[in-house]
């Protein structure tokens, strides 16, 4: 089946530092993946996605990118600020058969960015 | 996008009993979703709700303990049947949109049961 392994938190930076939290998935045909942002007591906004390989998905100054023979779906961000202090989520939609639109979600990870 | 609202925000029941939490959409939408985030933990899907047929419900999820309905396209409930502190999490809807892939999600539902 599918499933999605992200890189274990919680990861502490410094306001203005470089971000990375790694994602890397395993499914079969072509997913969609995806970036979700979960902010304290809120529910989850989606943050960026891709549909096909290379693609780039990008949004507030956070970037992914599709990669197909390393089945990775990394997210970046050259300076962060205190406000994007969150739990990231990485996820994929299968395509195809039964598992058409089912999101399967990693474990999440907590970034605190510190002033 | 869309919008979505879920009531209630969040709830404190006694074991043994039932709650039902709503998903309201602002827009019509085909595929709506309920998943459960327990404490610390990522999202498991529940179920999926299609209007007019009957929910598919994923792996370790039944129908007798999360009975779902979807009367229309814009609204779903899902109800947590016989609690126990198990049941504890928060519970989302999340609807697809124009058959982008891209799911949406409400604020949650944060459900404590004692």
């Known amino acids: 089946g599918n499933s999605v392994t992200q890189m274990e938190g919680p990861v502490t930076l410094s306001e203005e530092a470089f971000l990375t939290i790694n994602c890397t998935y395993t499914?079969?045909?072509?997913?969609?993946l995806f970036w979700y942002v979960q902010y304290p007591g809120e529910g989850l906004q989606l943050l960026l996605k891709a549909t096909k390989a290379d693609d780039k998905g990008s949004n507030k100054g956070f970037e992914a990118t599709y990669r197909k023979e390393t089945t990775s779906f990394h997210l970046e961000k050259g300076s962060v600020q205190v406000s994007d202090s969150a739990v990231y989520f990485c996820a994929l939609t299968g395509r195809g058969g039964g598992s058409n639109y089912k999101l399967t979600f990693g474990k999440g990870t907590l970034l605190t960015v510190n002033p | 996008s869309a919008v979505i609202s879920q009531k209630p925000s969040r709830d404190i029941c006694q074991r043994g009993t039932s709650l039902t939490i709503q998903c309201q959409v602002d827009?019509?939408?085909?595929?709506m979703f309920w998943y459960r985030q327990q404490p610390g933990q990522s999202l498991t899907l529940i179920a999926t709700a299609n209007q007019g047929s009957e929910a598919t419900y994923e792996s370790g999820f039944v129908i007798d303990k999360f009975p779902i309905s979807r009367p229309n396209l814009t609204f779903s409930t899902l109800t947590v049947s016989n609690m126990s502190p198990e049941d504890s999490s928060i519970y989302l809807c999340?609807?697809?949109?124009?058959?982008?892939?891209?799911?949406?999600f409400g604020p949650g539902t944060r459900l404590t049961v004692t």
């Open positions: 499914a079969t045909g072509y997913p969609s």
């Open positions: 827009s019509q939408v085909t595929m």
């Open positions: 999340s609807v697809e949109v124009s058959r982008s892939y891209e799911q949406y």
